[in-house]
């Protein structure tokens, strides 16, 4: 089935430096995928997907690549700011199977 | 636009007993989801609706977990008899269709003592 894993547990970063979140995906089936941002007590929130049609989107300060080579894909955050402290997940999905499969999350700590 | 609506958000109860989780997904979403986040690991899938269908459940307790969707709109989620190791948030989740965004609620926290 298919595994999906955040290269670090925790990431701890300065307020205003940038910040890369990575991920790595296991079926090659894959071609949606979704990163998520959990504050604590809260569900996650949804920053921004891409397809795999696609190798870069960015959005608001967040800008997700994709590479389909080695499997893996990264988040990257400009100017940090506290708000931004959370944990972060990445979900890929197979259209084969449409199944949603989560990592582990990586804690994100923004240091004022 | 109103997102994932879940309740109740909290709940303890002692290990045996039954409890129940119920989910209102976004507006024209036909896809929802049931996944379980156990404190310090990413969601797990427990069961996939499209419409009023199980789309997938084959990681789902169904000795002791069940999920309706009757009319394709709302979901309840149900533990009988709960173990200690079902504590954990049960986020509900919906999408426009399989493949789609899913959108989170806010998640419905059980304690089992």
């Known amino acids: 089935g298919e595994s999906v894993g955040l290269h670090l547990p925790t990431l701890s970063v300065q307020e205003g430096d940038n910040s890369i979140i990575n991920c790595a995906y296991s079926?090659?089936?894959?071609?949606?995928f979704i990163w998520y941002k959990q504050e604590s007590g809260k569900g996650p929130q949804f920053i921004i997907d891409?397809?795999?049609?696609?190798d870069k989107r960015q959005g608001q300060r967040v800008t997700v690549l994709l590479n389909k080579t080695v499997k893996h894909l990264s988040l990257q955050i400009a100017a940090t700011q506290p708000g931004d402290s959370a944990v972060y997940f990445c979900?890929?999905?197979?259209?084969?199977?449409?199944?949603?499969?989560f990592g582990r999350g990586t804690s994100l700590i923004v240091h004022p | 636009e109103a997102g994932v609506a879940q309740s109740p958000r909290y709940k303890i109860i002692e290990k045996r007993q039954s409890v129940a989780f119920w989910c209102n997904p976004i507006?024209?979403?036909?896809?929802l989801y049931w996944y379980q986040q156990i404190l310090g690991q990413g969601p797990k899938l427990l069961i996939q609706?499209?419409?009023?269908?199980?789309?997938?459940d084959s990681q789902l307790p169904k000795d002791r977990f069940s999920a309706e969707r009757l009319k394709g709109v709302d979901s309840t989620l149900k533990i009988q008899p709960a173990k200690l190791e079902d504590s954990a948030v049960y986020l509900c989740?919906?999408?426009?269709?399989?493949?789609?965004?899913?959108?989170f609620g806010e998640g419905s926290w059980l304690t089992v003592v």
């Open positions: 989740a919906s999408s426009f269709y399989r493949g789609n965004t899913i959108y």
């Open positions: 079926n090659s089936a894959s071609d949606y």
């Open positions: 891409i397809r795999s049609n696609m």
């Open positions: 979900a890929a999905i197979s259209g084969g199977s449409y199944i949603p499969t």
């Open positions: 507006s024209g979403h036909a896809t």
């Open positions: 609706f499209q419409n009023n269908g199980v789309v997938d």
